[in-house]
T-cell receptor, first 114, second 111 residues
Framework: GAVVSQHPSRVICKSGTSVKIECRSL??????MFWYRQFPKQSLMLMAT?????????EQGVEKDKFLINHASLTLSTLTVTSAHPEDSSFYIC??????????FGPGTRLTVL | QKEVEQDPGPLSVPEGAIVSLNCTYS??????FMWYRQYSRKGPELLMY????GNKEDGRFTAQVDKSSKYISLFIRDSQPSDSATYLC???????????FGIGTKLQVIP
């Protein structure tokens, strides 16, 4: 199957700092990538749809100024959590469509904000 | 009401048992139905997807969709301890549309 990577796998930061998470499709090109957040014992919640060369589409309730998404190329999307606070601590996962209806996920990034 | 409902479990079964995992959905526009497996602290892994109503088999796994009752099932035959994970059902209206996930059912297969 297709491979999606994420970096870093884990990050710990102080409150008020910004954190950037990278999502890469390693062996295919993805015009669309998705960013999810998953809290313990909860489902995956879609945060935004990242489109190569255009602005991301954010889900209702997600602050676009806090979660900056950039899809600079067909293989890379980044999520920047700006001025992170402890309530932003979560498991962030990206995904990309390899083929229609086949969405592959990255391994996730665990963010802890102290 | 959530668009995709799933019992979080946990579900414990002995090795070799047949496992039945189920979901219901409410959005009539959903056409594609997926099952993902997620190990602890890892990203979800696509197991299989089906279109509309019907069955699909892949090795020990069988996915079943009944659109008339809006019911999604995953059966695992001859379950193994390595099958222990959280299983998420998901659905969308097709193409590259966003996918809606259930909460996931935690499965434990006991040796």
């Amino acid at each position: 199957g297709a491979v999606v990577s994420q970096h870093p796998s884990r990050v710990i930061c102080k409150s008020g700092t910004s954190v950037k998470i990278e999502c890469r499709s390693l062996d295919f090109q993805a015009t669309t990538m998705f960013w999810y957040r998953q809290f313990p014992k909860q489902s995956l919640m879609l945060m935004a749809t990242s489109n190569e060369g255009s602005k991301a589409t954010y889900e209702q309730g997600v602050e676009k100024d806090k979660f900056l998404i950039n899809h600079a190329s067909l293989t890379l999307s980044t999520l920047t959590v700006t001025s992170a606070h402890p309530e932003d601590s979560s498991f962030y996962i990206c995904s990309a469509n390899y083929r229609i209806n086949e969405q592959f996920f990255g391994p996730g990034t665990r963010l802890t904000v102290l | 009401q959530k668009e995709v409902e799933q019992d979080p479990g946990p579900l414990s079964v002995p090795e070799g048992a047949i496992v039945s995992l189920n979901c219901t959905y409410s959005n009539s526009a959903f056409q594609y139905f997926m099952w993902y497996r997620q190990y602890s602290r890892k990203g979800p892994e696509l197991l299989m997807y089906t279109y509309s109503s019907g069955n699909k088999e892949d090795g020990r796994f069988t996915a079943q969709v009944d659109k008339s009752s809006k019911y999604i099932s995953l059966f695992i035959r001859d379950s193994q301890p390595s099958d222990s994970a959280t299983y998420l059902c998901a659905s969308n209206s097709g193409g590259y549309q966003k996918v809606t996930f259930g909460i996931g059912t935690k499965l434990q297969v006991i040796p």
